[in-house]
């Protein structure tokens, strides 16, 4: 049985969406709701179960990827505030050797797909540039569906995935 661990940044509706889709397809599902950047750090490095793919469910802004905001109190005990960068995910991660698939806006450039390459993920997918509306959520639901209804490898899936619209062309996956 496929595993697959969603870790949700700011994403919650999109996450519960995708959930429920893989859920269908008989995936293992594992949830790690995450509003610090101690808890990403965690959620990354250190998941209850080692998953087939870990999904970043996040927002892309243009310092990075988005954390939100925290109360003055908690924010001053946290690594990093408002967003990470790419050269920021390089200071902390430590991947065991899984693929790591990012839904958030801009996140897909090579910057940020070599940062986490260099610190353990086998694969990244991320979107290149901003797509629209529930294009992150059609492309992960056909990326896994096609994974699981299809037998197709990852990067068979991702070309079928890729397929549906422009937006959808706008996840590149790196190895």
């Known amino acids: 049985m496929l595993t697959v661990q969603l870790i949700d940044v700011e994403n919650y509706p999109e996450m519960l969406a995708l959930r429920m889709a893989l859920e269908w397809f008989n995936v ?6 995450v509003a610090t950047s101690e808890q990403l750090i965690q959620a990354l490095n250190h998941p209850i179960v080692k998953p087939d ?4 469910m996040c927002h892309g802004v243009d310092e990075g990827l988005y954390l939100g905001e925290l109360a003055p109190e908690v924010a001053a005990t946290q690594p990093y ?8 995910f390089r200071e902390f991660l430590a991947i065991d050797g899984y693929p790591v698939i990012n839904n958030g806006c801009s996140l897909g450039t090579p910057d940020y797909a070599q940062a986490f390459l260099d610190c353990g993920a ?6 290149i540039d901003d797509e629209s509306g529930g294009a992150s959520l059609m492309y992960l639901i056909s990326l896994f569906y096609h994974m699981t209804e299809h037998n197709q490898s990852l990067s068979e899936a991702h070309l079928s995935a890729c397929n549906i619209d422009d937006d959808t062309r706008m996840f ?4």
């Open 28 to 33: 293992r599902v594992f949830v790690d709701l």
């Open 53 to 56: 793919y870990a999904v970043l």
């Open 81 to 88: 505030n408002g967003a990470i960068n790419a050269t920021q």
């Open 122 to 127: 086998t694969t990244y997918i991320g979107a």
């Open 172 to 175: 590149k996956l790196y190895r």
